[in-house]
């Protein structure tokens, strides 16, 4: 479309954002050739962030490409041929389980580091197990494959119900507290570990890449503050364990003190908003 980004006064849409288009490959990258266990956070979190200066960007975790024939999408990625046999409700799987966590934390962790906007492919914000293919000579002109299965999302049987919902509530705080128009700032970051943590605005992000380990992750505090947990990526509500009523941090206010130590569980991540 020419013209798209001149300013609308002389014609054009104004849009004035530049595509990240190495951020998907970047994704694949990792988990083609390397076990998340193995991933470098300090690399992941330098990508994920540098951009020049004044230059808005939509960060993405995966395309249209990673959909067609011939690739694969994040989740079959993650999970393989378990998705076929695995994504029921009463099943239980380790590969899924896995799988499931890192989606979320894969999405969360670039919705809110890779740009100003963000940008998902239909049907993947639910993990969609099939690929796209549209008619052509070599499928016979077979329309089978170029569709998406919202059924999947649908069906209270299956799991993909609860990676639409964290979806959909992630979208939701980022947009409610316009969160994209805010910088990263870096709290902690420890390979060991497996843990980063970074503030937006008011709200501090809080990862642990970690296979099995949990952590009480040692948060730097500048001055007496509450914390309210507004998302979890192991809430029941989203396939995990955590009963999202239970009792937990409390939203009081701590100390000033140089650190404070907030809980996370392995392949995990939590915000809170901070007053």
């Known amino acids: 479309m020419p013209g798209m980004c001149l300013p609308i006064a002389d014609g054009g849409i104004g849009f004035d954002y530049r595509l990240g288009m190495g951020l998907p490959d970047l994704w694949i990258k990792l988990l083609r050739g390397k076990r998340d266990e193995d991933w470098d956070l300090g690399w992941l979190w330098y990508e994920l962030n540098q951009r020049r200066p004044q230059e808005k960007v939509v960060g993405y975790c995966e395309s249209h490409d990673q959909s067609l024939v011939g690739d694969k999408t994040i989740m079959f990625w993650l999970a393989d041929k378990e998705m076929y046999w695995q994504m029921e409700k009463s099943s239980s799987s380790h590969e899924i389980d896995r799988a499931m966590a890192l989606h979320k934390m894969i999405r969360l962790l670039t ?45 209270p ?19 409610d507290e316009a969160l994209l128009a805010c910088p990263s700032a870096l709290l902690l970051h420890h390979e060991e570990s497996r843990i980063l943590a970074y503030r937006k605005g008011e709200h501090l992000f809080l990862f642990n890449f970690h296979p099995w380990e949990s952590f009480a992750a040692p948060i730097p505090m500048k001055k007496r503050t509450s914390l309210q947990l507004v998302l979890h990526s ?27 130590e907030l809980p996370i569980g392995s392949r995990c991540a939590a915000v809170y908003r901070m007053r």
Not at 162 to 170: A, C, V
Not at 239 to 259: I, M, N, V
């Open 234 to 260: 192991d809430w029941q509500e989203f396939g995990g364990y955590l009963d999202r009523e239970a009792p937990g941090l409390p939203a009081a206010a701590f100390p000033s003190k140089a650190t404070l």
């Open 111 to 155: 919705c809110t580091c890779a740009g100003e906007g963000y940008l998902n492919f239909m049907g993947n914000e639910f993990g969609h197990p099939e690929w796209i293919d549209f008619p052509r000579e070599g499928n016979h002109w077979s329309y089978f494959y170029a569709r998406r299965r919202w059924d999947l999302a649908d069906d």
């Open 157 to 175: 049987n299956l799991r993909y119900q609860y990676l639409q919902r964290f979806d959909q509530s992630m979208i939701a705080l980022v947009k």
